[in-house]
Structure formats: structure tokens, C-alpha cells
């Protein structure tokens, strides 16, 4: 979620990457809080429990359970 977990910007748009990029080394982004917050993001989407928990739901909407 930009500006929560991360800075996002348009792919090919260089002058918006270089802005996010000063962003983050000139203190304007409180880079530590975006990062614990995509950390935490990461670790929910994608623990061993919630992958397992999404490959079974694919398998039952496969085997129409």
C-alpha cells in the first residue's frame, strides 16, 4: 500500500522512482515504520500457514468442495 508499506511508482517513470528514492534517503519518509509495516504484511500473506491454507482452497475450488 504505498506510503504504508512502501513507496509505489508508475514502472517506467523514472522521474517518480528517483523522487521516491530521495523520499526515502532524505528523511521526508518514515522509512522505518514503512518497513516494520511491510514486514508485517509479508509475514501475513505469505507464512507457511497462510500459503498452505491458499493452495488448499485452490484444491477445493478444483474438486468442487
Known sequence: ???EDGLLVQPGDAASL???INELTSGFVDYPTLSRNAQARHAER???EAMASNVA???DQVLGR
Open 18 to 20: 528517483a523522487a521516491a
Open 57 to 59: 482452497a485452490v484444491y
Open 46 to 48: 505469505f507464512s507457511a
Open 1 to 3: 500500500v504505498d506510503r
